[in-house]
């Protein structure tokens, strides 16, 4: 009879222990970070963990009642990787959202899982037309390439840049960013006489350089992906394009803050275009710099920061939206329309299409205060990604 008695209460305690955990569960609201933390592509992930760490240390770890949890993971830049810890934070940590994707790959590679499983991935990186296309519960805060190139290729045939030749990594984006900026550049009246693509990882720019220089064009369109910009830069003054007359241009991907003051005087004048800059003189902006520096010694945001910060905002809002209540589709739709004063400046994400409308602004490089900052001097407003501009 005792005994029984004591089996009895160990069940109810058991249950009781299960249920308290199962509640606990369920005030806790998961974002599965996956980033290239290690690899070429590191500074990326290092850029979009501190910013979404800095995001929450401002707005609190605890939104609607539930207790944010975020869960980085490493997928060292590889698509099989990426996809498999998505798999798993899915089905072993029922994470809420699946956030980051440093690379168009490993977005495109991910999405069906988002698909299946009707989670919302928010995309902070990856910046390929296309991906917005590749499951409906993909919703991006990073930017398109389309949008970049074409601001570029607005402003080079009204500032004698008629005669170009573009050089891009071969893979999504820079595929992308060759065709929105060679048929822009042809709209207005300009001609893309040689089109060269180099490969994505370790690049020898030299012997592409080289071919530059001979077709003699007024300027060089160059996207290389966040991070590779300062070898490009590099070389190409050491094979003395600069010096041959021959001007550099291309998105701000090349002249990412990240390295910028590590490229030196040879990167003062050029003129990219892009979403954002850290020099970009908003309040909002001027505040996210200074905490951003200071949280992460002294390193500079870069417009990966800045898609990582979005990011968490448009998931914490719509967290605050839904009470946690309606699983991924409620989620979703919260972050859908979603419209703020990011630190890049206005910001939309459009319903229909899932993608991130914002000012595409043109910089030119410049050194303040003895370091290289990309200077806004003209926008344009609101720009729709032209990938999807039917
Ligand atoms: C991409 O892989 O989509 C990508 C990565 C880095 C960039 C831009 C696009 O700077």
């Known amino acids: 009879m005792q005994k029984r008695s004591i089996i009895r209460a160990a069940v109810a305690a058991a249950?009781?222990?299960?249920?308290?955990?199962?509640?606990?569960?369920?005030?806790?609201?998961?974002i599965g970070l996956i980033l290239p933390m290690t690899g070429p592509f590191a500074s990326t992930g290092k850029q979009i963990e501190a910013a979404a760490k800095l995001y929450m240390a401002q707005n609190g770890?605890?939104?609607?009642?539930?207790?944010?949890?975020?869960i980085v993971k490493d997928d060292t830049g590889?698509?099989?990787?990426?996809?498999?810890?998505?798999?798993?934070?899915?089905?072993?940590?029922?994470?809420?959202?699946?956030?980051?994707?440093?690379?168009?790959?490993?977005?495109?590679?991910?999405?069906?899982?988002?698909?299946?499983?009707?989670?919302?991935?928010?995309v902070m990186a990856a910046a390929t037309s296309s991906i917005t296309q590749a499951s409906p519960f993909i919703v991006r805060t990073s930017f398109t390439l389309p949008q970049a190139a074409v601001g570029i290729a607005d402003w080079a045939p009204k500032n004698g840049i008629k005669k170009v030749v573009t050089l891009?990594?071969?893979?999504?984006?820079?595929?992308?960013?060759?065709?929105?900026?060679?048929?822009?550049?042809?709209?207005?009246?300009g001609q893309v006489v040689e089109s060269l693509r180099v490969p994505l990882r370790n690049p020898d720019f030299?012997?592409?350089?080289?071919?530059?220089r001979d077709a003699k064009p007024d300027a060089l369109f160059a996207f290389v992906p966040s991070g590779a910009g300062a070898a490009l830069m590099k070389q190409f003054s050491e094979r003395g394009l600069d010096k041959a007359g021959i001007r550099?241009?291309?998105?701000?991907?090349?002249?990412?803050?990240?390295?910028?003051?590590?490229?030196?005087?040879v990167a003062?004048?050029?003129?990219?275009?892009?979403?954002?800059?850290?020099?970009?003189?908003?309040?909002?902006?001027?505040?996210?710099?200074?905490?951003?520096?200071?949280?992460?010694?002294?390193?500079?945001?870069?417009?990966?920061?800045?898609?990582?910060?979005?990011?968490?905002?448009?998931?914490?809002?719509a967290l605050k939206k839904t009470q946690g209540k309606g699983g991924g589709e409620a989620l979703l739709d919260a972050m859908k329309?979603?419209?703020?004063?990011?630190?890049?400046?206005?910001?939309?994400?459009?319903?229909?299409?899932?993608?991130?409308?914002?000012?595409?602004?043109?910089?030119?490089?410049?050194?303040?205060?003895?370091q290289l900052y990309n200077v806004e001097f003209d926008a344009i407003r609101d720009v729709k990604d032209p990938g999807k501009v039917k």
């Open 206 to 212: 030299a012997p592409f350089l080289q071919k530059v």
């Open 78 to 122: 590889t698509p099989d990787v990426t996809k498999r810890i998505a798999q798993e934070l899915v089905v072993n940590d029922k994470v809420n959202v699946l956030a980051g994707f440093g690379l168009t790959p490993l977005a495109l590679a991910t999405a069906p899982i988002a698909t299946q499983s009707k989670t919302p991935l928010v």
């Open 248 to 265: 550099l241009i291309g998105t701000g991907d090349v002249t990412d803050d990240d390295i910028l003051n590590s490229m030196g005087d």
């Open 337 to 370: 329309g979603q419209i703020f004063e990011s630190p890049r400046g206005p910001m939309f994400i459009d319903a229909q299409t899932r993608d991130v409308v914002h000012n595409i602004y043109i910089r030119k490089v410049e050194k303040k205060d003895g």
């Open 168 to 189: 891009v990594s071969d893979y999504g984006p820079g595929i992308d960013a060759e065709k929105y900026f060679k048929e822009r550049l042809q709209f207005n009246g």
């Open 61 to 70: 770890a605890s939104v609607a009642g539930k207790k944010v949890e975020l």
């Open 268 to 317: 003062v004048g050029v003129v990219t275009s892009h979403h954002y800059s850290a020099a970009h003189p908003s309040a909002v902006n001027k505040k996210f710099v200074e905490a951003f520096t200071k949280a992460n010694g002294n390193l500079r945001p870069n417009f990966m920061a800045v898609g990582g910060y979005d990011g968490m905002r448009v998931i914490y809002e």
């Open 15 to 30: 249950l009781l222990g299960a249920s308290a955990l199962a509640l606990a569960q369920d005030n806790v609201f998961k």
